[in-house]
Nanobody, 115 residues
Framework: QVQLVDSGGGLVQAGGSLRLSCAASGTIFGINIMGWYRQAPGKQREWVARLSSGGGTNYADSLKGRFTISRDSANNTMYLQMNSLKPEDTAVYYC?????????WGQGTQVTVSS
């Protein structure tokens, strides 16, 4: 079993930065994919970024250059550095881990960007 705990959200002004964290615990194998998703009010959950255990990263086109995904493998923690935040980035952000074709989700952390 795997547990994910998201943290780091908050209220920030437009143009500001936040760093989200996702701490993973439990049975975690070396081969997995971790990622971030977000869900704005009244909208479907959307993919933000992905990080493979091999180090490869992918980002949603609209977020490239502003968001950076990374991980500290020794501590099983993933991060999302968000810069130049915009009001449209306001959402609940969720981390996800996929291993052996099974998805595990964090509880979500609220990010609110004021204009």
């Amino acid at each position: 079993q795997v547990q994910l705990v998201d943290s780091g959200g908050g209220l920030v002004q437009a143009g500001g930065s936040l760093r989200l964290s996702c701490a993973a615990s439990g049975t975690i194998f070396g081969i997995n994919i971790m990622g971030w998703y977000r869900q704005a009010p009244g909208k479907q959950r959307e993919w933000v970024a992905r990080l493979s255990s091999g180090g490869g990263t992918n980002y949603a086109d609209s977020l490239k250059g502003r968001f950076t995904i990374s991980r500290d493998s020794a501590n099983n923690t993933m991060y999302l550095q968000m810069n130049s935040l915009k009001p449209e980035d306001t959402a609940v952000y969720y981390c996800k881990l996929n291993q052996w074709s099974k998805d595990y989700w964090g509880q979500g952390t609220q990010v609110t960007v004021s204009s």
